[in-house]
Each structure stands twice: as C-alpha cells, then as structure tokens.
C-alpha cells in the first residue's frame, strides 16, 4: 500500500488565473476559459505556443440531468488547446469526482515524465442557466438509478444528509457548531475579490435561520452553483526557477476510493472516514512527510459536514471531535488551523477544489497580498469527499 | 398531478428483472452470488467478495427486518413527482441478512415519527402503479 513519491518537489505550480465568480456569466464558459488560460499563461511569464500538456476533470457536477456540451456547459483539455490554436504533445481528463486532485495529478506526472514541459491545468464550472440544478424531471428510473429513485432517495442534499445525520447522532453534535464553519468560510470569502459572496459575511444566527432543504442539510451547508474558470501553470522544477513567480512546489498526493458495492450515492459516514485514513496515510508515504507538519490544511467543503469528515480522517483533531475543535475556534484563521482562509467553496461558490489550491498556491508563493499568511509552509489542498476524492500537498520550499 | 411529473417507475433490466417481479408481489428478494453465497444489492454485474470469472445471481427472499444507521427528512425534493409527498422520510437500513447491507427506503410512519440510530424496522411496500411496488420502511412495533 505505501510507496514514495519520487518526483517529490520535481514539479511546481508557477502560475495561476481566476476569472470572477458570477451566478450566470454573460459570456459562454469556453470564452472565460480561453481568457483565463491565456492569462495564468503570461501570469507565469511563458507565451501560449510553450504551453505542450492540458489537463482538466471536466464533469459539470449536477444532477439535473442537463446535456454536456463542450465550450459551453463543460470545457475539456482537448476543447481548449484546440480553441488555443495548440497541438499539445499531452492532453488529458481526470475521470473520476476528485476532478481538482485528479487533474493535478495528472499534469504531475505529465511533466515528471516529460511527456510535456508547461500544463495548463484549468477547471471551468457552470451553473446552467433557466432551471433549478439537481431538479430531474425523470418519470422512469432506469440502471442505477431505479434502485433509489423510485424511493424518492436522490440528488446530493440526501447524499450527504445521510451521512451528516449519522454523523450528528452519533456523537452529539449540534447546528450551532456547523455554523462555526460557515461564518469562517464566508467571512474569508468576503475577502476575496472574485467570489461570489465578495463583502457577503453572514453570522452564526444567518445560519440557524437557513432554509432546512433535506434535514439536516440546510441551504448554506451547500455551495451555490457558479460560472467560474481557474487555471494554473506546471512544469519541472529546474526550469521554474527562471519564471517570474516563487515556485510552489508539489510534495506528494494522494487519493481514496469506494470499496465496497453501495447504492448509488449512498455514502455511509464509515466509508468516508475509511477512505479518509488511507488519504491521510498514503499522503504520508508518499511525501514522506507528517501531516502534522501542515500549516496550511484547505479542507474541501463543497457541502459543509465535509469539513468534519476531513478534520477527523487526517488526524488534525480525534475522531468524533471536529464539532467540539469547530467550535472552540480550531479553524478559525486567526488563532487555529487556516482551513478555509481561502473562503472555500461556501465562500467563493461552486468551484470544487479550486479554492482550496489556490489558497495553497497564493499563500506558498507569497502573493495573497493583504491576506497573507507569513508563517505557512505546507499546504494541504483537498477535493471532493474522501472516498470519492483525494488531496494534493503544496511546499513553499524544494524538500 | 399530471403524468408529466408522476413519481419515477423502476424500469427492469437483466439485472433487476427477478428483483422487481418479486417486489410487485410484496416480497424482498435480494440478489445472491450462487458461487460463495454473498449477498449484495443493488445486483452486479460481478461479484465483489469471490470475483467468480462466471458470475451467477439468484433472487431469494430475505427477511426485511434491519437496523436504522441514519435518515434525513426530505423537505424538498429534487425530484418533480415527490414534491406533493414532501415532508417525507428516508432511512438508511443495515438489513439483518447480512453484516453490512444497506438499503435506502422511506418510512412509512410519517415525517413526525421519533426516531434514533439502531431502531428497528420492517421492509413494507408501497404499490405506486399497477404491478409496480418499491420497497420501503415501518418501524417494528416497540414491545
């Protein structure tokens, strides 16, 4: 099960663009796509014809049901090098959920083998527009779904209701704690000048009054869904060194899988936790590197109990605890752990993990600007939930 | 309600056919592997505990008795044809057949029922078409 890393440090994020984050952009996705990827491209002082390697996860995460279509509701690798006018020696999409971590992982390897020199990594998310998100209007349910459908069981609210349920019952946590986390997420991402909650911080009580949607889950335990693109740029280490940009380099990465038949998304909370501890283990493998060592943990949070789940199977608090660590200030940025300095996706909007490794990214290279960290080294940038995700480690330094 | 947003009808495939048969005469038939005897539900395509090259599935009754692990209320639902149902509850069962076999269906007592983890139920079914019957939960009377 355990193995190093051996392109360690090898590899480093040495740009980045982020579009503003809007409820329903004006321009199609693939238009904000090309501008941001063109963008992170000077950011990290190289010119569009050096870029040789694509990668994305390009999944539009919702389950409405809505039609992918590229440059439009999605946006692969292979849409925008085209679009860019390049013919990459490397493109590629992560398959899985993940898709941030996955995408990452991919670009990696792509320049630690030197089946390309500069990736663009981008992800590109879209909220469509005319019709609620997860509404299906499905009368038959067929394959996987007839299994839970027909129950009324569907969507992610009763996804991860479940295990946040179970969750709460089990070790006695209340509403009030989960609000902790949401007036951290937003107040960071009040900060932020491209999020979609910019000079939006709510308070505990906001929270509590919060529509119940699928109890226990509430409208602000989820993201709002958002048009908005990233884009980072890798390549090796040694070349990194003659770019504009402090290199931040990637230490190791890790990811969980299911591993037993389950429902369609029916997430037990001990599956979650599982998965988790082999992330946090094989993280620890592969880096070599004691999670404890991280000063920077971004923690994904794309449904709000995520970030209990994620606490707990890393080993930043016990097992049980993180509504009891949440609520005596453990993640609050000034005083606790930074897990969500970068506003997360409560703060920011649907973006996945893009915040958390930008965050990473911003924070190591030194140019979060007034909301710098000075003392982080090692970050953390999670995505998706453990058993369906993984986590990528970020150093300020080549170890 | 029209037809239009009419709740979602299981539609049989090579996989489920046995299972859905045995539901529309109110009866749990989950899917075993006739090689080392697992159970698993939904049925596959393999089976995941002896990854038999010549999978074989039969669909034999199960006592639907179980354990409630969670629940969540739906207060609303993503899914047109539940929205005159709502509030409904689902529960998350660990079926006694087998240490670890969930299944997901609403309970039946109503949205106002107290509920807490390790209460136990009873698989019931609901008909919501001619000849169509999804499984669902009661709680087990309390002696």
Redesign the interface.
Known sequence: MSGSFTARCEVAVVGYAHSVIQRNAPRTLGAIALETALSAIADAGLTREQIDGFTTGSLLPSAGGHASVDGVSIVTSNWLAEKLGLNPRFAAGFQGFGQLAGGVMLAVNAVATGAADYVVFHRALHNPRGVRYHVNPMTEARGSSQWTAPQGYFGPLAMIGLPYNEYLQRYGASREAMAEVLVEARANGARIPWSYWHNQPITAQDYLDARVIVDPICMLDCDIPVDGVAAFVLTRADRARDLPNKPVYVAGYAQGSVRRPRLPVHWPLDDIMEAGFDVARRLEDSSGLSLQNVDLPQLYDGFSPFIYFWLESLGFCKVGEAHEFVQDGGIRTEGGLPVLSGGGALGNGRMHGVPQMLECYLQLSGRAGERQISSATLGLACHSSPHYGGAVLYSSEPL | MS???????????EQ?AAF?SAAADHVLALARCTHCGTR???A?VVC?QCLHPEPSFEFTPVDGRGTV??????????????RD?V??V?V?VELDVQS?L?????LLDGPDAAL??GDRVVTVFED?APGVA???FALEART
């Open positions: 037809d239009l947003v009419r709740q979602p009808i299981p539609v049989p495939d489920s859905w698993v539900h939904p596959g995941a692990r969670s629940w969540v209320v739906i207060r609303d639902s993503f899914l047109p044809g539940f149902e509030p409904f689902l998350d670890d969930r299944m997901i269906g609403r807490s983890q919501i999804v499984p669902g």
